[in-house]
């Protein structure tokens, strides 16, 4: 989901933005070098700040300055969630602030997606259902509970990987939630996340350059196939860059089933860089048409976000190119496409695991597992396992949902405790909050050069020197200078 930034203006009065502060926060360290004072412990300091020892030293200041502020955040996330979404009105009542009404509006039309997120799960559920019997008192209590939607719920949040992306998630989670909507709609490369959405641009542009060596190998693998539809299929751009693309990140991510394998160019043994499947290559003329699908989805979703994205700067321009890219495109298809596989088959392993240690198949029946809910007698007991059904309901109305439902009730906007009462669509809230959570943090972080120079400096004319009532401090952090310079000296 693309967010609305927490917009920070710092006023420094050393002329560095709030980016270059955050960004490039060791260039704005080594800066303060002639902007300070050259005599004393000001001088001394100026000395220093463009060492790396230097620099590392005020770095390790500002993570102490700003800790205690950060802790805070992660100490009460549930908190800082309820004060940047609501205030209080006269009779006590929670009112959301009318400047976080777009983004609360963007969750709330997400929420219609949250029972999609759980068709999978509730096809493993209801063949759970349908296989257990009513006869047997404990088969009846686990059909029960399983048939419940509250139950489901509940499970489904005990285990986040059982929920289904859909393609803008899976997009998302490709290092595009490093943008973020800014009020006047325009779409930027800020916030928290931004060097995701940097990292992926400069990993698959690299990608893109090393798969070119492999594309003669593939084709002539390609010529080599006997089924002329095939080789219509498997000879287009798209598959090129899909498979070779796929072999090369399962490659750099150890994957244990790789579909195959590259291999590198020998110019002395006069070998070429090539390309191996460990399957017929035909077998893969499905998942390229997976492929082009995926391709027409995500062009799709890159439209309007691409139009968003103009009149930014340069970070936007290189991500409108970027994205503009059709082979880029092939890559980040492929890597949404891997990334909803994970997915199904972490939820294949969780409801797998859960019959194997809840239930035993006889035939085509299920029945409870003998043995694992005994009462103190050391029978077969109805109320341990209807303790343990509980507990699962329990954990979800606890842990989970209790501070949505707290705030809930404290609110009056029917619309607004709709949206934080809504159950199946507990998990986007939590995954609201975290970006919130994120959001703070990181723009407490953005602070951080400006804390440090308000902290230990006081502006003199066109320069800054240490405060009188600092020189201790400042000391101690000299010391921490040399102390780091000895280290990396050993480290040498």
Not at 417 to 434: C, H, Q, S, W
Not at 447 to 473: C, I, M, N, W
């Amino acid at each position: 989901m693309i967010m609305k930034a927490v917009t920070v203006i710092l006023a420094l009065g050393l002329g560095v933005s709030t980016a270059q502060a955050q960004d490039h926060l060791d260039d704005a360290i080594r800066g303060l070098a002639a902007k300070l004072t050259k005599d004393g412990i000001s001088g001394r300091l100026a000395d220093v700040v463009g060492s790396d020892a230097g620099v590392q030293a005020i770095q390790e200041k500002i993570e102490f300055l700003l800790s205690s502020r950060v802790a805070r955040l992660e100490r009460d996330a549930s908190g800082c969630f309820e004060d940047h979404l609501f205030a209080p009105d006269v009779n006590g009542d929670l009112v959301l602030r009318p400047e976080r009404r777009l983004e609360f509006e963007a969750l709330r039309l997400r929420l219609p997606s949250a029972l999609q997120a759980m068709t999978g799960f509730n096809h493993r559920a209801d063949a759970i259902v349908r296989r257990l019997g009513e006869t047997d008192e404990m088969d009846k209590l686990a059909k029960t509970a399983w048939a419940d939607s509250g139950f489901r719920a509940a499970f489904f949040h005990r285990h986040p990987e059982l929920r289904e992306l859909d393609d803008a998630e899976l997009l998302d989670a490709q290092g595009l939630r490093g943008i973020e909507r800014q009020a006047s709609g325009a779409l930027r490369v800020v916030g928290p996340y931004a060097q995701e959405i940097r990292d992926r641009m400069a990993e698959t542009l690299e990608h893109l350059e090393s798969l070119k060596q492999y594309e003669k190998s593939y084709l002539k693998l390609v010529a080599a196939l006997g089924d002329p539809a095939a080789r219509a299929t498997l000879s287009s751009d798209t598959a090129i860059l899909f498979l070779l693309g796929r072999v090369l990140r399962e490659a750099n991510e150890g994957s244990q089933t790789p579909i195959g394998s590259l291999k590198e160019g020998d110019e002395d043994k006069k070998l070429e860089p090539a390309v191996s499947f460990n399957l017929d290559l035909a077998e893969h003329a499905e998942s390229v048409r997976e492929c082009e699908k995926m391709l027409t989805s995500l062009r799709a979703l890159l439209e309007p976000a691409l139009r968003d994205l103009a009149g930014g700067g340069m970070d936007e321009a290189s991500l409108i190119e970027f994205l503009k890219n059709p082979r880029a495109q092939v890559l980040l298809a492929e890597r949404m496409m891997a990334s909803r596989d994970e997915q199904r088959g972490k939820a294949d392993e969780i409801m797998h695991s859960t019959l194997e240690e809840d239930f035993t198949a006889e035939g085509e029946r299920l029945v409870v597992k003998k043995g694992k809910y005994l009462g103190d007698d050391g029978k077969e007991s109805p109320k341990a396992l209807t303790d343990a059904l509980n507990a699962v309901r329990e954990e979800f109305a606890g842990s989970i949902r209790e501070d949505f439902d707290r705030i809930a009730e404290r609110c009056v906007d029917p619309v607004v405790i709709a949206v934080l009462e809504n159950k199946p669509g507990t998990y986007l809230l939590m995954e609201f909050r975290d970006r919130i959570l994120d959001r703070l943090i990181h723009a407490v972080h953005q602070e951080g050069f400006g804390v440090f120079v308000r902290a230990y400096l006081v502006k003199q004319g066109d320069s800054y020197s240490v405060r009188p009532d600092k020189t201790v401090r400042m000391e101690a952090l000299l010391k921490r200078v040399e102390q780091i310079r000895k280290e990396q000296q050993q480290d040498k």
